[in-house]
């Protein structure tokens, strides 16, 4: 069945620097979900790529959808403390089964 | 506007014992109903999803289980709790239709000792 791998799953950045995270599968994607959860809180969706190279910007955030649409990136310019957190990516199998990468959970040193 | 709520936020349960964990959404029909659990430090793994009453796919095989007894309530159970299955867990509802967005509920922290 469809995997979706991220990397890295752990990612340490000093205030004001840039990331990126990556989200990989092993089939086709028909959509692609990004998610961010708070510390201590619950998933919330944040942007959603369907089309072939798609990219979606959200302030600092961007977003992009691999031409092969087998991978996404989410990069994040200029980091703050309020990107903490633990970011997935997701995608649907079927019309109904959704399913989540392990996350990449960030940490910002002030 | 739609609401989700599960309940409780948090247990602590002796292994052995029985589970229930409630979810309901409101101001929706008909949506597809979903149950993830997140060890500590860990992704989010599917358990569950129905896309409708009495209509249940198992993701994972072990000993909780799942039901959909109304159009928007979603139940998770096990008859007998072990260590193992402890972690956060997640109800999420989605609207029928192509690639939508889940809403996930507050969270169960559910601690088996």
């Known amino acids: 069945g469809q995997q979706v791998m991220q990397i890295p799953q752990y990612q340490h950045v000093q205030e004001g620097e840039d990331f990126t995270t990556y989200c990989n599968s092993s089939t086709t994607l028909s959509n692609i979900q990004w998610y961010k959860q708070r510390p201590g809180g619950h998933p919330v969706f944040l942007i959603q790529?369907?089309?072939?190279?798609e990219v979606k910007k959200q302030k600092r955030l961007t977003f992009q959808f691999g031409e092969a649409k087998k991978n996404s990136s989410l990069h994040i310019t200029a980091t703050q403390t309020t990107d903490v957190g633990t970011y997935f990516c997701?995608?649907?199998?079927?019309?109904?089964?959704?399913?989540f990468g392990a996350g990449t959970t960030v940490t910002v040193r002030a | 506007s739609q609401t989700i709520h599960q309940w409780p936020a948090t247990l602590v349960q002796p292994v052995g014992s029985p589970l229930s964990l409630e979810c309901t959404v409101e101001g929706t029909s008909n949506p597809n109903l979903y149950w993830y659990r997140q060890a500590a430090g860990r992704g989010l793994q599917l358990l569950f999803y129905?896309?409708?009453?009495?209509?249940i796919s198992s993701e994972v095989p072990q000993n909780l289980s799942a039901s959909r007894p109304q159009d928007r309530q979603f139940i998770l159970s096990s008859k007998k709790l072990l260590l193992s299955d402890s972690g956060f867990y997640l109800c999420?509802?989605?609207?029928?239709?192509?690639?939508?967005?889940?809403?996930f509920g507050q969270g169960t922290r559910l601690t088996v000792v």
């Open positions: 997701a995608g649907y199998t079927n019309d109904y089964k959704l399913s």
């Open positions: 999420a509802w989605a609207q029928k239709g192509a690639y939508t967005e889940a809403f």
């Open positions: 790529l369907v089309k072939s190279g």
């Open positions: 129905s896309v409708g009453i009495g209509q």
